[in-house]
């Protein structure tokens, strides 16, 4: 029988190795069919949902959990092929707000359904839709109150 920390670790362990496949199994797909990388869907997902699809690149960070310098080399090619752009917040000019336009939207909206079939196709041999909820209630009870949610 596993101790208590037993468990907790190699539960962890496990949600590491599934991010991780899940990761790869959409990189591939993400790259190949809409030129993003997981990170730079993620990163739109956060603007579209943004109040006036606008947020901060230290806001940015904390969402993706990067770092401020990460994510200004993610929006510099995002921004040179107009899914996103950059201005400077009137109050201060060292607060650069990242913008997606409409370009990025409509990357979005079309990567959005390559995530949607990947996500079916994660789960499809083994979960019953009740596992599905199930485990969808566990991962928001995980990461309820520490960042800006997705979902």
Not at 110 to 138: C, G, P, V
């Amino acid at each position: 029988m596993m101790m208590r920390d037993d468990l907790r670790g190699a539960a962890a362990l496990r949600l590491l190795q599934s991010a991780d496949e899940l990761r790869d199994r959409l990189s591939g797909a993400f790259a190949a069919v809409h030129g993003l990388s997981v990170n730079e869907f993620l990163l739109l997902m956060h603007l579209e949902r943004a109040g006036e699809n606008t947020l901060s690149r230290v806001e940015l960070a904390k969402r993706l959990f990067v770092s401020a310098s990460t994510v200004t080399r993610m929006i510099a090619p995002m921004e040179k092929i107009g899914l996103v752009s950059r201005e400077v917040a009137e109050r201060d000019a060292r607060l650069a707000l990242v913008n997606i336009t409409k370009a990025g939207a409509e990357k979005l909206k079309d990567a959005k359904l390559t995530f949607k079939q990947h996500a079916s196709y994660a789960f499809e041999d083994r979960w019953s839709n009740d596992d599905i909820a199930t485990l969808s209630d566990l991962l928001h009870r995980f990461v309820a109150g520490r960042t800006a949610h997705l979902t």
